[in-house]
């Protein structure tokens, strides 16, 4: 069975494009890995420096086990550094 994750994001003042653009690099690989099966990005209309990840997952694990390997990527790391608060991410079941 599948699992979602939803995480918030929110970019720092006057950062929300540079944010957004490592977002997609996120979604691009993990669209690519055998884990992932949805990865869609919000972006809120009254305060574009949020976004809301919609993504869904084989497992848990699956989905941990790729953020770590994000975490140890050079571009991953260097463009968090547009980011003021997150990723705050919950798991959640289909029901």
Request: hydrophobic share 45%.
């Amino acid at each position: 069975m599948s699992v979602i994750a939803i995480a918030k994001v929110t970019a720092a003042d006057g950062e929300a494009l540079e944010a957004l653009a490592m977002i997609k690099q996120s979604q691009v690989k993990a669209l690519n890995s055998d884990v992932c099966e949805k990865f869609d990005i919000l972006q809120n209309v009254e305060n574009p420096h949020c976004f809301s990840l919609f993504e869904v997952w084989h497992s848990i694990e699956g989905h941990k086990a790729f953020l770590q390997m994000l975490m140890k990527t050079r571009d991953f790391t260097e463009g968090m550094k547009c980011v003021a608060e997150g990723p705050y991410i919950e798991y959640f079941d289909l029901r």
